[in-house]
């Protein structure tokens, strides 16, 4: 279905990231991912997907806490791979404090990887998806792009703002043949959610089973994790033929958080 296609995940040697690069690869797409794994379990991930896909798969290690890296990894993506016709911006952190409690530098680098990364990638994309009238961009937001916790302000402000990004980009390229949303997941089982099981199960002084529907999973109805790999045949949707048409759109898959 994605023969022929290029895609850039950033963030995706774990996690979300990791699910959705397999799948776009698995449909025939060439993948460069991106991440923050020492560079030899990087490089046999990376080995490891070209052959079992039969695709090409470069990685690079940019920080996208800084935008000139971003820049630079878009630009490796078009050297080493042709050209990028998939974005999916996928990298993100957490903090959890207080806004009062909340150490500057930690807004600086959650802002700088969560949202302006974003920008910088997507506006490196861009002109090559116009040139060639076609493009899939999808941001990996949050249900916190579209209601709030207390303690998240920085993540939530953030994944709020991908969202309006998400908007304008897709009004702005509305009449090419280039898509832009914004998916908005509830708690996904990734290993940064295991560990914060784990975390809460010792602090609580709790069962993990009760940790995770009374305390992690408090504000998402169906009180189940989704899969990773379930989101990624969501991605994979948007991104192929039948996708064309949705645009523009704040995407939840979220256990009905949102539906209150
Ligand atoms: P994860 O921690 O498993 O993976 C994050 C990926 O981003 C990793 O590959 C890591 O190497 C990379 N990364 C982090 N900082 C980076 C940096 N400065 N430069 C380059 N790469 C960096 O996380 P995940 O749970 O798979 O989350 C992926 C995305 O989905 C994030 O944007 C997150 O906010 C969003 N999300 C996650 C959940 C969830 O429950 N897991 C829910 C909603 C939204």
New binding site residues.
Partial sequence: MLSGKVALV?????????AVARALARNGASVML????PAAEAEGLRAAMAAEFGVKVAYT?????DAA?VRALAAAAEKQLGVVDILVN?????HVAAVDEFPEEKWD?LI???LS?VFHATKAVLPGMKARNWGRIVN?????GLVASPFKAP?TAS?HAVVGFSKAVALEVAETGITCNAV??????????EKQVAAQAKVHNLPEDQVIRDVILAAQPNKR??E?DDLAEFVLFLCSPAGAGMTGAALPMDGAWTAR
């Fill in positions: 950033t963030g995706s040697t774990s996690g979300i990231g990791l991106n991440g923050s794994r290690s940019a920080d996208l806490a890296s996928n990298a993100g952190i957490q680098q700088a990887i969560n990364s990996i937001a949050s249900a916190h993540y994944k908005c997941p509830g708690y996904v089982r990734t290993p940064l959610v994790f989704l990773a």
